[in-house]
């Protein structure tokens, strides 16, 4: 067993410290690919220590490497410090080495956060699964990119019952971004049990019927919530449950006031509710880039 495959063995039994030593020690035995990558990724991934992992990194790529890790890793350690245009860099030459899913929906993101809308809906799109989070990106991306009737046949794809669903709430809010306020509230009706009464969506929501004139499902949804949020600050004042923090209680119980108050004075201004902006925060995904992984099949790098 050599050095790598004991610090891998480690690794899979949680033993981090001496996992992490083994790998240090493999840097040391010999500055390769494989080891400069495997040690940056478990700073990046177990130790949460960024900058002892860049200079691994850009070590590992100075290497010019044939494998697509150290390229990855790297362009999603760019996404999380926000430097979208290294991002990119990184992201392109990992695809031109081998294409994933992953990688373009993080390239999607890069391509996001820069306002390029076109390219960003293209990688999201190439990311996609049925109806799940990189497809609603994708039309999120038409409607930025002022393809409002191509976003909205593509709004017909998305299905309720497909494995990963964005979600009744969010298909609710790309409706409203489309002024398509009939269908709006059909799904902000479908997704009301299930979703916390968040403010943001709820105004949405509230805008939609003042749109279509249904004030009296608006008040009646309103008043709804603030007789749930006046219950819910009554319940945490009595209870005593001793697995609740009193900072948790008061926590708890100050966020529940300002939902109060806000829906207070939505219900007072429902007429004059302005349309909302839409929320898109997609988080980078990542994925194993560790060289002879055996749990997922990586072979060791070869030379």
Known sequence: ????????????????????????????????????????????????????????????????????????LLGEMYLREEKWLLAEKMLIKSINIAPSRITYYNLGIAYYKLSQFKKAASYFLMASDDSDYSFYGYVVCLIKDERKSEAKKQMKAFRRDAPNFVGEIEMADLYVELHCYKEAVTWYEKGWNDYFKDPHWISGFMYALFQMNDMPRAQELLQSLLMEKKQNIKDAKEDRDESWSEDDRKGYIKDELKHLKEFENMIKNVASLSHPDLEFTPSFQTDCYLFGCPSHHHPEYNK
Do not use: G, H
């Open 1 to 72: 067993m050599n050095t790598n495959e004991r610090a891998l063995q480690l690794l899979e039994q949680n033993r981090y410290e001496e996992s992490l030593d083994q790998f240090q020690k493999a840097v040391q035995q010999e500055r390769t690919v494989q080891s400069l990558t495997n040690l940056a990724w478990m700073y990046c991934n177990e130790m949460e220590e960024d900058e002892k992992a860049f200079p691994l990194l850009q070590e590992a790529i100075s290497l010019n490497p044939t494998s697509p890790f150290p390229f990855r």
